[in-house]
Nanobody
Framework: QVRLVESGGGLVQPGGSLRLSCAGS????????MGWYRQAPGNQRAMVAV???????NYSDSVKGRFTISRDGPKLTLYLQMNSLKSEDTAIYYC?????????WGQGTQVTVSS
């Protein structure tokens, strides 16, 4: 079964850091695009960061300079290092993979940034 499972979310204070992980099926790491998306209550699900099959990342303007996406193919894991977190970053974070012309999503992990 093709699947993705996120972990690493939690409660942090503004300015803090979190590292999210997404363990996925091997086929999703075969030179495919992968990414992190987030959705807050009342908002659309939005792209946070993506990484292509060659390892080239792309970030939304709101997180550029603060977040880093990376992929460890042998460990079948996608990461999102989040630094200098703001309250506006509070959302459920989802990882996404692509295979066979279809998108695959994880169940999401909650990130809450609050004092």
């Amino acid at each position: 079964q093709v699947r993705l499972v996120e972990s690493g979310g939690g409660l942090v204070q503004p300015g803090g850091s979190l590292r999210l992980s997404c363990a996925g099926s091997g086929i999703l790491f075969r030179s495919n695009n992968m990414g992190w998306y987030r959705q807050a209550p009342g908002n659309q699900r939005a792209m946070v960061a993506v990484i292509d099959g060659g390892g080239s990342p792309n970030y939304s303007d709101s997180v550029k300079g603060r977040f880093t996406i990376s992929r460890d193919g042998p460990k079948l894991t996608l990461y999102l290092q989040m630094n200098s977190l703001k309250s506006e970053d509070t959302a459920i974070y989802y990882c996404k993979g692509q295979w066979g012309g279809r998108d695959y999503w994880g169940q999401g992990t909650q990130v809450t940034v609050s004092s």
